[in-house]
């Protein structure tokens, strides 16, 4: 019909969009690591060993993501 407007185009990812994915990738992967850091200490009865090495790899892997994916 002619009084349809026309589809837009798709706008472009904004800056923001990296920006929430690199703050996802980052916490993700220290909520993850270092929970299950936790586990593995409180299984093995550790002193927050393994939550610390979890922790410290979770940022490692965000990280990683972060490059990898976002090309930053």
Do not use: F
């Not at 009084?3 to 992967?29: H, I, M, Q, R, T």
């Amino acid at each position: 019909m002619a009084d349809d407007p026309s589809p837009k185009a798709p706008e472009p990812n904004s800056g923001a969009d990296a920006g929430w994915s690199a703050v996802g990738y980052l916490l993700g992967g220290m909520i993850v690591w270092g929970g299950a850091g936790w586990l593995l200490d409180r299984w093995l009865g550790l002193p927050d060993v393994g939550l610390l090495i979890g922790l410290i790899g979770g940022t490692i892997a965000g990280v990683y993501l972060i490059v990898k994916r976002l090309g930053a």
